[in-house]
């Protein structure tokens, strides 16, 4: 399980994502973000660290890669991404980011899916909760397959 995962990526590389659960920082060009980073020496956890060491060089990530490996794990957490916008269960607002948070299985093989904003899936009553992203990219991403 991990918290909330960062990645440095070159200014203007990741506009236009839409990938569910992930945000860019600084995405509008009169956007500011102050982000704290731990010190160089941080490489463990469990308080923040740098998962991959920096080095000269080495501290932005590839951002085709980077989409790549978050699209295939959004892929694989909420499923296909509905056509057209969803509306929250609980707002019931559009979301650009509808995650599946209940699937009603029918005879006929056509399920009604239930989606949910992501500030609102957490809330939606069930045993099993939405899950944040796999490990399977950050461990793509430091090469430890
Ligand atoms: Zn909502």
Redesign the pocket.
């Known amino acids: 399980m991990y918290g909330i995962l960062y990645w440095l990526v070159a200014v203007g590389s990741a506009t236009s994502w839409h990938l569910r659960q992930v945000r860019v920082l600084a995405e509008l060009a009169d956007e500011r973000t102050y982000l704290g980073v731990p010190p160089v020496s941080w490489t463990t956890g469990p308080k923040s660290h740098w998962r991959v060491p920096l080095g000269p060089n080495r501290y932005l990530t590839h951002p085709w890669r980077l989409r790549e490996a978050l699209a295939e794990a959004d892929r694989a957490e909420y499923g296909p991404m509905p056509e057209g916008r969803q509306l929250?269960?609980?707002?019931?607002?559009p979301?650009n980011e509808p995650i599946p948070v209940d699937a009603e299985a029918r005879t006929n093989g056509v399920g009604q899916i239930t989606y949910?904003?992501p500030?609102?899936a957490p809330l939606y009553p069930t045993d099993q909760h939405p899950r944040t992203l796999t490990s399977a990219p950050a461990t793509e991403h430091e090469g430890r397959r």
């Open positions: 929250c269960y609980h707002c019931q607002l979301t949910a904003c500030t609102h």
